[in-house]
């Protein structure tokens, strides 16, 4: 899973760098707030047993958090591969707890 994280993370700072300077709609301190937004979803899934109750309400925390960081960067900091490796990160942190959920339990919250 943190393999996972870091390839988010570098994905989103080498747009970053890609960028002339000042042209980017987030900076590195975005990317790091989403990476730590993630980490301490995978932290509370990880902190105590989990229903899929109580996972979907841990999913629904992170996913409006990341809503709102993303909407605060102009819609730019998650962009496609950024969702799906999110998605498939927030997957594996369920599988990790015992939780089974098909689909995509983003989806009901998720703007991004």
């Known amino acids: 899973m943190k393999s996972l994280l870091k390839s988010i ?3 989103m700072l080498d747009f970053i760098e890609g ?4 042209d980017a709609d987030y900076t590195s301190e975005d990317v790091k707030l989403c990476i730590t937004g993630l980490l301490e979803f995978m932290s ?12 979907k309400e841990h999913v629904k925390t992170v996913v409006l958090s990341l809503n709102s960081l993303n909407h605060q960067c102009g ?10 490796d999110i998605c498939e ?4 942190v369920m599988s990790a707890a015992n939780v089974v959920f098909s689909g995509d ?3 009901e919250w998720r703007e991004w």
């Open 89 to 92: 990160f927030i997957k594996k």
């Open 105 to 107: 339990i983003t989806e």
């Open 44 to 55: 509370s899934m990880a902190s105590e047993a989990q229903t899929l109750e109580s996972s």
């Open 75 to 84: 819609d730019c900091l998650i962009e496609t591969d950024q969702r799906e």
């Open 9 to 11: 993370q570098y994905d």
């Open 19 to 22: 960028e002339d300077e000042g």
